[in-house]
């Protein structure tokens, strides 16, 4: 793998850490504390200018609640329980109208592909 490809992955893993940073609200100085880096640190690992240690993956991996795997590649096959898990985290925090929408949606998904699989869809 040349140079360029490796700057290339490394800048689109800090992407991958960057938003899931952002997803959970997570400022860069918590991140940094957690890690026990400089916040400026954090920047350089989500902007590709730094490479990010395998024990700091590992860490970034279990605050952010996603797989190594998917911080490296952006790839990952979700688990049952990790399905709920990500679900739950979507749902944090809505209120209870919506809730009643996603519930509404949900029903109408599972209702849907009922029909499309005795339709032999």
Do not use: C, I, W
Not at 15 to 24: F, P, V, W
Request: charged share 30%.
């Amino acid at each position: 793998m040349s140079g360029d490809d490796t700057d290339a992955r490394r800048v689109e893993m800090g992407g991958r850490l960057r938003e899931a940073r952002e997803y959970l609200n997570f400022s860069q100085e918590e991140v940094a504390t957690a890690l026990g880096v400089s916040r400026p640190a954090v920047t350089n690992m989500e902007s590709g200018a730094r490479k990010v240690e395998s024990f700091e993956l590992e860490k970034l991996a279990r605050l952010y609640g996603r797989s190594v795997d998917y911080l490296l590649s952006g790839q990952e096959e979700f688990a049952a329980d990790e399905q709920v898990a990500f679900a739950a985290r979507a749902l944090h925090g809505l209120s209870g109208r919506d809730l009643e929408q996603v519930t509404k949606f949900a029903n109408y998904l599972r209702n849907s592909s009922r029909s499309d699989t005795r339709k032999g869809k």
